[in-house]
DNA sequence: TTTCTTGTTTAGAATTGTTCTAAATCATTG
DNA sequence: CAATGATTTAGAACAATTCTAAACAAGAAA
């Protein structure tokens, strides 16, 4: 009984060759802590804190690294919405985020129900990467 | 002659003491800046060098103070595009931005021009607070 | 004016989130 | 199994921002 790995962490596995990254336990364990279940929202901080009660064994440092190392092979997106933390999205598909400031929290917003008209186009010798819109939700008054 | 101040200094001290704000020579000197041109975006930083520069004496932290300050009596607005930086705009009406992420520029989008539309309706307990789209540029290839 | 009170400024220390460094460790290949 | 190069890591370094408590200045009162 060689594999003693689940499907999932076969598949996981596989993600990670094909983005050119050993599948070292360091990654696997970050990957399967964001990949296993639905989409979600962690700041380094945050999933570096759920390995350790996971048991996983690694340092914040690479948690930095795998983070960005995801982003860069689009396994991952960044979002942009608050000056103090980062937050690493696992859903990279075209949608838009609601913030309650108040929760630091994320809410996905499907990109397929937002229709975004009149923009004007990109000044001249630049091009538009992404259009972003954070809602911003405050506690009912 | 009592008051050598010009008409725009009078303005500014009257708009400080409305917000409940001393006007103290700093707080004068940075609302000069800020609000005798056209609107900007300016950082903490760019603007305390740029006090510098016109001869203004005053420390980071009174910049960072009054930055706060503003934005808590409505005369300036935060605008979150960049996890490093704090970028404040003169700008606190109803509009968004195009955000060159090489030059770390911000543009404004008026927002009259912009409808957006489907976006679902905030999590119960919770309210829209402002909407904000950040249009990400980058040089065209 | 002068004095009093309170708001404001400031230098410098402290904090926070993140990145860097260089040495130790691990994964893969031959 | 050894060699090679990627990866991890502890801890230092960093950058932006906030805090602290002491000095200072603005407006009110006398």
Redesign the pocket.
Known sequence: MRSSGSKAVTEL?QRL?VA????????VA?GRLLFAGPDRHV???SLHLEAAKTGA?????????????FTASGLLRQVVVD?????FDTNTGDHHHFYAEDRATLIDIPGDCVVIDGLPKAPVGMEIERVEVVVRLKPRA
Not at 20 to 27: A, F, K, N, W
């Open positions: 596995v060759r050119g990254l050993r599948p070292t336990r360091q990654r970050l700041t380094a901080e064994q690694l340092s914040l440092a690479t948690v930095y690294n795998t983070l960005h190392q000056g103090a933390k980062t937050y």
